[in-house]
């Protein structure tokens, strides 16, 4: 076992995978590619291999420091993330050059993973420059974009850059029927997906993802007026809350180890200092990502019903919503009317990314999927 072993399918990957363990480390790695490419698990894999105990240049995945990394635990790996719209240059002048700067705690190597690199805007880009330019010899920078296009030249050009590529279907429906799913699981996650494997395995194995994903996907029948609309939106809201709060439990956690692991050594007061900052963003961020999973998965049912309209059942993702599905397809509402409801929803999604007051962004979107596609207007064949 080692950590590359959930990337498998993703040649990628591997290569990244083979430059490690050759010794051939970059200071800085730009991994580019579209959502559900697996740059997050091989930039958290690259910072383990780093730093394994037992397998070094490998990652066993075993060891504590492997553990660590994977749940992102460990105070040598800094994940920097967007709050808002941007990653700011006050972020990466208060929390990145200082860090990088200083020689890890415990760990061979520090690494920052910075996601959405491209949200730097152009001053944070130009502050972060010159730390790319003369690196700590034991400092590893990873950069993570869907849009590379959109850093500075003079960044993009400081990184060995990896391309990766979504995981084709059939890859993941073979990696999770090997994990212990059914086949009929293991197609329905990996089509719903959409070559994300990671939200593949959530879907297949996560129970409360699961249960989220019914939830969602059966919202369509429920949205008969806006008052159905706005009581949708509170469980929606519901939902993101108890998610973050479940991290919330599992920070409590990472506290607790990071104390007996440090205890009061050099460095310790700014090392908590970042790790309840990262805390705040990323409970912001599990509670962004509950909202943008439903906002994807009501999409996906106005698009397969668009789908089937159009003789491409093949192409359908909720496999397991045929007969309602094909329900809709005689109805009075109307092509433009589901395409209009499928942009909708995937506008709604970029503004929660933009500081868009959430729960406004939920409400106006479903109250207007109630006007456009009620659920009464359908042929009632089931």
Aim: hydrophobic share 45%; with cysteine.
């Amino acid at each position: 076992m080692t950590v590359w072993d959930r990337l498998r399918g993703s040649r990628s990957a591997e290569g990244v995978a083979n430059q490690i363990a050759r010794g051939e480390i970059a200071h800085a790695w730009l991994l580019v590619g579209p959502a559900g490419s697996g740059k997050g698990p091989t930039a958290s894999a690259l910072a383990a291999a780093l730093n394994c105990r037992t397998a070094p240049l490998v990652g066993c995945g075993e060891c504590s420091s492997c553990l660590r990394i994977l749940r992102r635990r460990h105070p040598d790996v800094h994940h920097i993330v967007p709050e808002g719209p941007i990653i700011a240059v006050d972020v990466v002048r208060e929390g990145v050059i200082p860090e990088a700067n200083r020689s890890p705690f415990e760990a061979q190597y520090q690494v920052f993973i910075i996601e959405e690199a491209e949200r730097m805007n152009p001053a944070a880009q130009n502050a972060l420059l010159k730390t790319l330019e003369e690196p700590q010899p034991r400092t590893v920078f990873v950069l993570i974009s869907d849009r590379a296009e959109e850093l500075l030249e003079t960044v993009h050009s400081r990184c060995r850059v990896v391309r990766l590529e979504p995981v084709p279907e059939e890859r993941i429906v073979q990696l999770l029927q090997q994990e212990g799913a059914s086949a009929e699981v293991a197609l329905l996650a990996a089509r719903v997906s959409e070559g994300n494997l990671d939200r593949a395995r959530a879907l297949a194995f996560d129970h409360e993802a699961g249960e989220r994903r019914r939830r969602w996907v059966h919202l369509p029948r429920r949205l008969s007026s806006a008052n159905d609309a706005l009581d949708s939106v509170t469980e929606i809201l519901d939902e993101s809350r108890a998610a973050a709060k479940a991290l919330q439990a599992a920070h409590k956690e990472e506290i607790k180890e990071m104390a007996e692991t440090l205890g009061e050594r050099r460095g310790t007061a700014q090392a908590r200092n970042a790790l309840e900052k990262r805390h705040k963003r990323e409970v912001r961020r599990a509670e962004s990502e509950v909202l943008a999973d439903a906002l994807i998965t009501l999409a996906s049912f106005y698009r397969d019903v668009l789908a089937i309209r159009r003789g491409g059942e093949e192409a359908v993702a909720n496999l397991d919503l045929l007969d309602e599905l094909r329900g809709w397809t005689d109805s009075d509402v109307s092509d433009a009317a589901l395409v209009e409801a499928i942009e909708r929803c995937i506008v709604a999604r970029g503004t929660l990314t933009k500081n868009a007051n959430p729960q406004l962004a939920i409400e106006a979107v479903l109250v207007e999927l109630a006007r456009l596609a009620p659920p009464q207007a359908r042929i009632p064949s089931f």
